[in-house]
């Protein structure tokens, strides 16, 4: 079950380490989902595909790192040229030792380089401009780059300056944490267990790196005035960015329950930020230049196959179950992501989990119509559900943080 290969590059799990939060096929799969709306495909081959427009392109990779996106695109028949920037001449020289021969290295910092002109059919920003502070600098090179059609796709934390996230999302992170059993809280780089998380000061994100996300809430402003975006979609990281940050390793995506525990996280996330709860800090666009006028319907180029692992289907759990829970008089609808905590939360109890479920609708609508039949409040009908088949306790008590959290932000009523 090689679940990995869902995200499209093991050369990017691996390229994560160990502490970021995103090294985990369950948070990469909930990424994928949220930037292509399908868990199996990533972003990058499912938007290249749609956003690459023409044959015979040129591409710039702006934060080349250490090189897994360029030798992704090198693959691709349609990309003729790629060259790749980034301001750490170690990773460049990682990168360039990997190469192929479509690919050229090179090391420039965004703050004060200039880009050659009118070159390129495509420019992507990978995780690099929120190390940037002189975006009016960057921008005016990523436009005086770009050919006059070329498209602009951007993946970035747009999130708070320094990470300076508010008191209620640091709440909804410690809530969340002491949930979790001590083994899943023990970091691998700090080699401790975490009993709460804190939010850094500016002198301290400072010290670490005075680059880190040293304009990241102007990014989107930005972009938004001097580009035509043509699509954004919502990653998230919000939460779970600070929350999964050197404990996520723990979480072991071929143990149901650790599993599940994560995909709770990233349901819970995505709800409230669908809802307009908590911003996103994470986002995926695609721009063009102003005035550009290429077509709509030139934005459509086949996408390929679905993996291999994306043919390890389980069973809906939804539809048919034990257990009704007491009335409490009350009449509220199982929202989509409602469905979703359930699906997981009985997917965990399984003595072996699939890669993907095969969620039916059908199956969503005769869960709803049973819990409004027993006038159940939604996590009162989830809980009551679950338990008839386990009693894993981290499960339960993510179940109950979960309902405390949705209450708090007004997620629970009918929409």
């Known amino acids: 079950m090689d679940a990995a290969r869902l995200w499209g590059s093991a050369d990017y799990t691996h390229r994560l380490g160990e502490v970021s939060w995103m090294a985990s096929t369950a948070v990469l799969m909930h990424l994928n989902e949220r930037a292509t709306g399908d868990p199996a495909r990533d972003w990058l081959s499912s938007w290249a595909h749609r956003y690459f427009v023409g044959q015979d392109l040129r591409v710039l990779v702006l934060g080349c790192g250490e090189g897994w996106l360029e030798r992704t695109v090198s693959e691709w028949s349609f990309v003729s040229r790629i060259d790749a920037l980034d301001f750490a001449e170690a990773a460049v020289a990682r990168a360039r030792a990997r190469g192929g021969p479509k690919i050229r290295y090179s090391v420039a910092d965004l703050n004060r380089d200039t880009l050659e002109a009118g070159a390129y059919d495509v420019v992507v920003a990978h995780s690099i401009l929120h190390h940037v502070e002189k975006l009016e600098h960057a921008f005016e090179q990523v436009e005086r780059a770009m050919k006059p059609e070329a498209t602009f796709i951007v993946n970035e934390y747009i999130g708070p300056n320094r ?6 999302i640091l709440a909804i992170v410690n809530d969340l944490l002491r949930c979790l059993p001590a083994q899943l809280r023990h970091g691998a780089l700090e080699d401790r267990v975490y009993e709460a998380r804190e939010r850094p000061t500016i002198d301290q994100m400072i010290a670490n790196d005075p680059s880190e996300a040293v304009r990241a809430s102007d990014l989107m402003p930005m972009i938004r005035q001097r580009f035509d975006v043509l699509e954004v979609k919502q990653l998230g990281g919000t939460i779970l960015m600070h929350l999964l940050y050197d404990i ?52 459509r180029r086949p996408l390929p196959p679905r993996p ?90 993510l179940l109950a943080a979960m309902d405390r959290i949705a209450a708090r932000h007004g997620l629970l009523g009918a929409r």
């Open 308 to 397: 291999e692992a994306s043919k390890d289907i389980e069973a809906d759990p939804l539809g048919f179950g034990p257990r009704r829970p007491a009335v409490r008089g009350q009449r509220e609808a199982l929202q989509p992501w409602m469905l979703r905590v359930l699906r997981v939360a009985l997917a965990s109890s399984r003595p072996r989990r699939a890669n993907l479920i095969d969620e039916r609708r059908l199956n969503a609508f005769i869960e709803q119509l049973r819990c409004a039949a027993s006038r159940a409040a939604p996590f009162e009908w989830i809980i009551a559900r679950w338990s008839a088949h386990d009693d894993d306790a981290t499960i339960a008590a």
């Open 163 to 168: 990470f300076q996230f508010s008191d209620e």
């Open 248 to 299: 996520v390793q723990n979480f072991r995506f071929d143990d149901p329950h650790e599993r599940g525990a994560i995909e709770l996280l990233c349901s819970l996330e995505g709800a409230l930020i669908d809802r307009g709860s908590i911003p996103s800090d994470f986002a995926i666009l695609a721009a063009r230049k102003k005035g550009a006028r290429t077509p709509k319907s030139a934005y």
